[in-house]
């Protein structure tokens, strides 16, 4: 258990106080409650890819999976795929007729994930692209999208995540949601010193920073910035 969980989790301790407090949190309010076909696409990323630590964590999870429900989302985008937990766990978060654009560069990770979601049923949500992101977000404009997605969900190179920002501040409805993951980047954002030879590389801290300078000044979004897993902004667009 205690090897399992150093290797799936980059932050041992989220960003709280102690190891013991984040896996209270996750064993007393997450674990419980998480969907058995979701664990399973937990462990079997654990078991096959080499860089599972990547995938979301179930308790940011949790908290997209609220919002997905609150919001009663239909038509999402979902930017940084892997193995497709935040993908599960958006498919059945969302109505039967809800639609999910899912994009990233790498299909071999999402083939991994693949049979669990196709067991779950919920495939016929799922409109996987394999591309780079910004051109499929263009291209969505271009086709006419705009001002009609209700949720995204962005959780890839974390260095365009303010040219995510820009196409998608275009794409979501007014009142639409877009979820930031990993706006903390491991704490290293309120940290000094070098960070390259680490998973929280000073490029990606760097990046991180500018964009909870950026999002904190955008007026056309309300925000709520959440030490939850490796720390998460969730924005509301009003303009
Ligand atoms: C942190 S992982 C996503 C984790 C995923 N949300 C989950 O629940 O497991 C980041 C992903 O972003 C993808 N990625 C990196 N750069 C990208 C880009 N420019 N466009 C699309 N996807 C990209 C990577 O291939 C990787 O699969
Ligand atoms: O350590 C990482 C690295 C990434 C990552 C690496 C390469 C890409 O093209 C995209 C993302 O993402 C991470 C992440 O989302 C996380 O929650 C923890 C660690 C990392």
Known sequence: ?????QKT???????LQSQELYKYILETSVFPR????????????????PRAYIGTTPDA???????????????????????GYSLLLTALS????????????????????RPIIKKAGVEHKIDFVES?????????????NADSFD??????????????HERLMKLLKIGGIVV????????????????????YTTRTRDSTIELNKMLAADNRIEISHLPVGDGVTICRRIL
């Open 94 to 113: 969302t109505a039967d007729d809800g639609k999910i654009v899912a994009i990233d560069v790498d299909r071999e990770s999402y083939e991994i994930g």
């Open 9 to 15: 989790f980059t932050v041992p301790r989220g960003l």
């Open 180 to 199: 930031y993951d990993n706006t903390l980047w491991g704490g290293s954002v309120a940290m000094a010193g070098d960070f390259s030879g680490t998973v």
């Open 151 to 164: 949720f995204a969900f962005v959780d890839a190179d974390k260095e365009n995540n303010i040219n995510y």
């Open 34 to 49: 998480e969907a058995e076909l979701l664990k399973e696409l937990r462990e079997v990323t654990a078991a096959k890819h």
């Open 61 to 83: 999870g949790q908290l997209l999976s609220m919002l997905l429900k609150l919001t009663n989302a239909k038509k999402t985008i979902e930017i940084g795929v892997f193995t």
């Open 132 to 144: 780079a992101a910004l051109p499929v977000l263009d291209q969505l404009l271009e086709q006419g």
């Open 1 to 5: 258990m205690e090897k399992d969980f």
